[in-house]
Nanobody, 115 residues
């Protein structure tokens, strides 16, 4: 089993920045890729970014160039640095961990971008 706990969400003005963190615990040796998803009010959950164990990253087109995903394997933590935030980035952000058996999800952290 893997447990994921996100933190770092909050309210920020357009153009501002936030850094989300996701701490993994439990069977961390089984984790391969990790990713962030988000779900805006009234919309389906969507992919944001992913990172492999080796550090290869991938981003959705809507956040590429503004968001940076990183990973500290020693600390079992994945981060999402979000710059130049827009109102349309408002959502609950979820961390995921992929193992060979299943995908684990965190409980989410809320980000609100508003003036």
């Amino acid at each position: 089993q893997v447990q994921l706990v996100e933190s770092g969400g909050g309210v920020v003005q357009p153009g501002g920045s936030l850094r989300l963190s996701c701490a993994a615990s439990g069977s961390i040796f089984s984790i391969n890729d990790m990713a962030w998803y988000r779900q805006a009010p009234g919309k389906q959950r969507e992919y944001v970014a992913a990172i492999t164990r080796g550090g290869t990253t991938n981003y959705s087109g809507s956040v590429k160039g503004r968001f940076t995903i990183s990973r500290d394997n020693a600390e079992n933590t994945v981060y999402l640095r979000m710059n130049s935030l827009k109102p349309e980035d408002t959502a609950v952000y979820y961390c995921t961990a992929y193992t060979s058996a299943r995908v684990y999800w965190g409980q989410g952290t809320r980000v609100s971008v508003s003036s």
